[in-house]
């Protein structure tokens, strides 16, 4: 059998349909970091931090974009209707929110957004391409014989790629940081301060 063949296989509508019904986006945007790591707001004006709130306002309103991007599945679009519909309004919330993050950015840096601030966890980034999630065969079980659901291949697939959910399944500041630049890691807070300061006041 053709791999094509085998993907299209594990297409199963009906759990992408109960995953999807639990919107995931708004777990990653609750759980996200809410602290910055390696800047104090004395250190930012108040035109930065009002862009800090912007950059997360538009983080909270297009959080499916920012999922189904770190997420990116195969939809048997051509099955039926509701797949088609499915793979349509994907498509149509991550294009919009690839164009508006850019010149969102864009605006702001032209501003004097330090862009170091992008650096920080708590500031999500959208990623230049998809992050594909390839589901597990049907017949795969756990240790106890039992399949093993989308929720669950879910959950394994962000602790083991963090980024995915813009690092909310690292267990330290350290974790969350150990992919910048030593330049970067110079710059985090000691640990007694970090925790203080929110990205965003508007969203605490």
């Not at 791999?3 to 990653?28: G, H, N, T, Y």
């Not at 909270?60 to 679009?77: M, Q, T």
């Not at 330090?114 to 980034?125: D, M």
């Amino acid at each position: 059998m053709e791999e094509a063949d085998q993907v299209r296989k594990r297409w199963l509508q009906a759990d992408f349909e109960e995953l999807l019904k639990s919107a995931p986006w708004d777990a990653m945007f609750e759980d996200r970091v809410r602290r910055l790591l390696f800047h104090r707001p004395a250190d930012l004006n108040a035109k930065i931090q009002d862009g800090l709130s912007r950059l997360v306002e538009f983080m909270s309103e297009n959080r499916k974009g920012f999922w189904y991007v770190g997420h990116w599945f195969f939809v048997n679009h051509g099955l039926d209707v509701s797949s088609d519909q499915l793979h349509r309004d994907r498509k149509r919330d991550c294009d919009y929110a690839k164009k508006h993050y850019k010149r969102l950015i864009d605006e702001l840096v032209r501003d004097g957004f330090p862009e170091s601030l992008l650096e920080e966890p708590g500031v999500w980034t959208y990623p230049s391409k998809v992050c594909f999630w390839v589901i597990m065969d049907p017949a795969h079980v756990d240790d106890s014989g039992n399949r093993i659901t989308l929720q669950s291949q879910l959950e394994l697939v962000d602790r083991a790629e963090p980024a995915r959910a813009q690092w909310n399944y690292c267990d330290s500041d350290e974790a969350r940081t150990q992919h910048l630049s030593q330049a970067v890691k110079d710059w985090l807070l000691d640990e007694t301060e970090r925790g203080q300061y929110n990205v965003s006041d508007d969203f605490p």
